[in-house]
C-alpha cells in the first residue's frame, strides 16, 4: 500500500517540520530522480516511484538518528498502512543486504536491529528497491549530485565508506543506463533540476 502523492508530500512536510535539516529536500531531489528513471521504463510506475523517493527517509521525522532512521521509517509506515513504503525505508540503505555496510551509528536497540535484519531478509530486491538506491547515491539536497561525489562526501562526513556499497552504486547506475538508454544524469536533469 501507497498513499497518493498529495499525501505523501504532506507527510514529508509534517516530518520536515518536526525534524528541520537537508534530509528533507536529499528526499525531494530523490523522488524527482526516481520518477524520471521511471518515466523511461516500461515495468516501473513512475509515480509510485516518486513516493517511494519522497518518503524512504520519512524517519528522519523522529530526530537526528543513523541506524535509528531506518527502523523508525519502517516502523511508522507500518502503522500507517503502507507497507511498501516501509520496506524501502529499510532497504534504501542495504544494496547488497548487508547491515555491516551501514554507515552511521547503530542507535538502535538489540531488538531493533534484529527486526531490520529480519526484514531485511524477506526482501527480494525489485526494480523500486534499486531505483530508490541509485537515486538515493544521486540526491543532494539542493540538486542531482555526480554520484562519485556523493559518496565521497559521505566518506568524508562519516570517515567511511564500503567499497563493496560504492561498486553496488555504480552498478545500479550503470544497470539504469542500460535498462533506459541513455546517460542517467541526462534522464534527470542533472543541469537544470533544482531546489530552491
Not at 499525501?7 to 525534524?19: F, I
Not at 524501502?88 to 548487508?98: A, D, G, L, R, W
Request: aromatic share 10%; proline share 2%; net charge negative.
Amino acid at each position: 500500500m501507497l498513499p497518493e502523492r498529495t499525501q505523501a508530500e504532506m507527510l514529508l512536510e509534517e516530518a520536515e517540520k518536526c525534524n528541520p535539516g537537508p534530509w528533507a529536500n536529499h528526499s525531494r531531489v530523490t523522488a524527482h530522480c526516481a520518477e524520471k528513471i521511471a518515466e523511461l521504463c516500461d515495468d516501473i510506475d513512475a509515480s509510485k516511484a516518486y513516493i517511494l523517493g519522497l518518503l524512504h527517509d520519512v524517519g528522519r521525522k523522529f530526530g537526528i538518528h543513523h541506524l535509528g532512521h531506518v527502523f523508525d521509517g519502517y516502523k511508522y509506515m507500518m502503522k500507517l498502512g503502507y507497507d511498501d513504503v516501509a520496506r524501502v525505508c529499510i532497504s534504501h540503505s542495504f544494496n547488497n543486504k548487508s547491515i555491516d555496510e551501514y554507515i552511521g551509528d547503530f542507535d538502535v536497540s538489540d531488538a531493533e536491529l534484529k527486526k531490520i535484519q529480519q526484514e531485511l531478509r524477506k526482501i527480494e530486491f525489485d526494480e523500486y528497491d534499486l531505483l530508490i538506491q541509485l537515486c538515493d547515491a544521486l540526491a543532494g539536497a539542493e540538486g542531482v549530485l555526480n554520484i562519485e561525489d556523493r559518496m565521497k562526501d559521505i566518506k568524508s562526513r562519516y570517515g567511511t565508506y564500503p567499497q563493496k556499497k560504492w561498486d553496488k552504486n555504480l552498478e545500479l547506475k550503470k544497470y539504469f543506463e542500460d535498462k533506459i538508454g541513455i546517460d542517467i544524469y541526462t534522464a534527470v536533469g542533472k543541469e537544470t533540476f533544482k531546489i530552491f
